[in-house]
């Protein structure tokens, strides 16, 4: 697949759900995982509550997987309208060994094959659906070298996200014409769309389902996907692409460690492309991530208060030495 000569957005960004128990979330991702936490902050529009983002050792765009958890919440219902499944990519020859350490968790998995491609799929303890596939290339992730998996088997960034949707048509023409994707293959009901060179990082999947119900947020759903793009002109020409395809973006939201704007794509999902700076690192030690609540500027005054309507939560669980 070549590059699109016309604007478009660069890839995933992060992924952003909604789990249950924090602590039970912060275990899963870093513990069984070996994810790294790399912010622990609140949710800016609902700030008693924690938003907890998980990446690579670097905090890199494109490996970020974040959560609200919000336990009170009944479980989703699964339907059209939704992002259904967040996949990372693993190291060829990975999936035995990742088959072997999520089944002596108690985690069911399902072998598959993707397009050529050897994938894995289970749940988190919470009903998100993830999967891992095997992927050439090379590492383009930053190991962390204090994660509980080894560094020949750790998570490598985003594979792909898939959605259910009733009119594939209209989600097709929005993601070809809003956001710069074509589609590169079917398989299984599975439409793959792809921007840029393509490959992992760079892809969206589609299933068209019209007699199904649709879905509702809850625990174990996605909140909403974030695709990337390079700094703030690029974005505002993306907005103006989205608008002219039909979506109506918010104006531009700070949130400090990037800037968003946000839309529902025609099916109902919601979308948000975020600038892949200024990072994580803006506020904190590189070394320290995620090891102590962080708030942005303008809710530090609140600290004493946030704080206190916060449940404890523990450390992250990082490998020994």
Known sequence: MSSRPELAVTGLHHVTAISGDAQQNLDFYTGLL????????VNQDVPDTYHLFYADG???PGTD????PWPNMPPARQGIGLTMEVGFSVARGSLDWWAERLESAGIRCTPEERFGERSLSFSDPHGLGLSLTETDGPLVTAPWDRSTVPMAHQ???????RLWERDL??????????LGFEETGEQAGWHRFEVGDGGPGRRVEVRELPEERRGSWGTGAVHHVAFRVDDDDHQARIRERVAAAGQQPTEVIDRFWFRSIYFREPGGALFEVATDGPGFAVDEDPSALGERLILPPWLEARRSEIEADLAPLGAAITAVG
């Open 65 to 68: 997987l974040t959560f609200f």
């Open 155 to 161: 998570l490598r960034g985003f594979h792909a996200v």
């Open 34 to 41: 070996g994810l790294r936490l790399v912010k622990r902050t």
């Open 169 to 178: 048509v209209r989600t097709a023409r929005f993601l070809t014409d809003g």
């Open 58 to 60: 670097d905090g890199r």
